[in-house]
């Protein structure tokens, strides 16, 4: 199987050759080997590997055998080192045990065979840290790929693998997903596991899962790896029925509403509202109602009550991971935002901390509220089209915790309202600028509707076709 072959295959279709014979895991290695390392040089999306051997997997898995690649922070596997993006890891951190998901990629047959890139400790809207340099959008090498899941978005659009891991903080599945032309989903709080080092990432706000170019694949690792594991702090509603039974499913006629400008005020790309608003009109020819409509909350008092669960959450990881390695966090080793705003997670009182809660309490109220008139909301992902590389720089230390979070909020100002409320969101590559970039469409759902999100998708990915669009950087040309 050559590159170029094997790049024209979503993760199901590769499972599918290799379960009929057609194809050996061999080859299918040998060709995600040399499409990663054809892309990497154009990208700088790879952290460690590709890997001779994949990591261990199971053979009688729904993925057995399909290429993968892990993000570079919160997961991690037995043995591996893991880097968190930061100077701070050195070497990288190696644990002797499996997260909770990476024990279910394995059992689902993914073969991991690479680490990707991601901005220092997760906290960017891109994905060029100061350890490894920029992460480069294959659609264009001169703007950024998004983050902070941006190297996995990257060899995935590059389609040097069918689909990788990602974790989503306020917006760091979504956000490269839309930059890349990819498929995003972030799922409802506590819907995957984040056992066993934290019973709610960054105070519930963060969560993991994955990218992937077709909704198939979204729904089909959705099954694979949902569920609650023991002791988790949340266990929620069950699905009605396996995520892939939702292809095709006539989701009936839903209350859509649809709303396209920036909750932070500022300015939304034409072309971007343009996009959303054909899509708009596409779900009502497919028997949706749509019209314009909106949750409301205070934009300022929401990024505000980001700051201290943040700031919390850096410092609790910064110097956990210091005290194993025996350093100091410093200038030396930290980045200037990550560093002030680490400092100024220490400071941080019980009070203030538990005041940022109670307004995203109230914002989730707003929300819920909202959702029983509505089925779905419709927004862009992103205001913006892939930034120039450069934009968002978390080395600069003129800017203080607060400028640096009202900063990285008013580019995806879309995207981190569904990380306050736990509820489902999914980015669709459903748009194109005039200059050949791809333009996300965000969809949002009431907390545990996964599955009207995948349906109302597939109505989509089969109305709106994306999967011919290919960045003029992939494993198929390189």
């Known amino acids: 199987m050559k590159p170029e072959e094997y790049s024209g295959y979503d993760a199901t279709g590769l499972a599918e050759l290799i379960r009929s014979g057609q194809v050996s895991v061999g080859e299918v290695h040998d060709a995600a080997r040399a499409a990663i390392e054809a892309v990497n040089p154009a990208l700088n999306a790879v ?279 025996g350093t100091t966090p410093s200038s030396g080793n930290l980045e200037a935002t990550t560093l002030a705003s680490a400092e100024y997670g220490r400071l941080v009182t019980a009070t203030e901390l538990g005041g940022a809660l109670a307004v995203f309490n109230q914002v989730s109220r707003a929300v819920g509220t909202f959702f029983t008139g509505h089925d779905l909301l419709l927004t862009p992902t992103l205001s913006q089209p892939p930034q120039p590389l450069g934009e968002l720089d978390s080395d600069d230390a003129s800017l203080t915790p607060r400028q640096w979070v009202h900063k990285l909020f008013g580019v995806c100002s879309f995207t981190p309202l569904f990380n306050a409320t736990g509820g489902p969101a999914i980015s669709l590559p459903l748009g194109v600028t005039r200059s050949g970039l791809p333009i996300g469409v965000q969809l949002a759902a009431p907390m545990c509707d996964e599955g009207t999100l995948i349906a109302v998708a597939s109505q989509l990915e089969n109305a709106m076709p994306w999967d011919h669009r290919i960045p003029g950087v992939n494993a198929g040309e390189c």
């Open 47 to 325: 952290v460690a590997g590709p890997w001779e051997a994949a990591l261990d997997y199971d053979g009688q898995g729904r993925f057995a055998g399909v290429p993968f690649a892990l993000k570079d922070f919160a997961i991690h596997a037995a043995g591996v080192p893991t880097r968190f993006g930061s100077r701070l890891a050195g070497a990288g951190v190696t644990f002797p045990y499996d997260t909770e998901l990476m024990t279910r990629f394995r059992a689902a047959g993914l073969a991991t065979l690479a680490f990707t890139t991601t901005p220092e400790f997760a906290f960017n809207g891109n994905t060029e840290p100061v350890t490894q340099g920029s992460t480069r959008n294959p659609w264009d090498t001169s703007r950024s790929a998004g983050g902070s899941s941006g190297g996995s978005a990257a060899l995935v659009a590059a389609r040097a693998l069918p689909l990788a891991h990602a974790t989503d903080g306020g917006g760091s599945i979504r956000i490269p997903a839309s930059a890349n032309g990819l498929v995003g989903l972030k799922p409802s709080r506590g819907r995957v596991s984040v056992a066993p080092d934290s019973s709610e990432p960054l105070s519930g706000l963060g969560v993991e899962f994955g990218l992937t170019r077709s909704v198939r694949d979204c729904a089909a690792l959705l099954d694979a790896v949902s569920g609650p594991a023991p002791g988790d702090k949340y266990v929620i509603r069950d699905p009605a029925r396996p995520y892939i039974d939702e292809l095709g499913r006539d989701p009936g006629s839903l209350r859509i509403a649809i709303h396209t400008q920036s909750w932070s005020g500022g300015p939304v790309d034409e072309e971007i509202s343009e996009a959303v608003a054909a899509v708009g009109k596409v779900l009502e020819g497919l028997g949706h109602h749509v019209r314009p409509d909106s949750p409301v909350f205070d934009w300022e008092q929401f990024v505000d009550a980001n700051l201290p669960v943040w700031g919390v959450s850096l410092a609790e990881g910064i110097d956990a991971l210091a005290a194993a390695l």
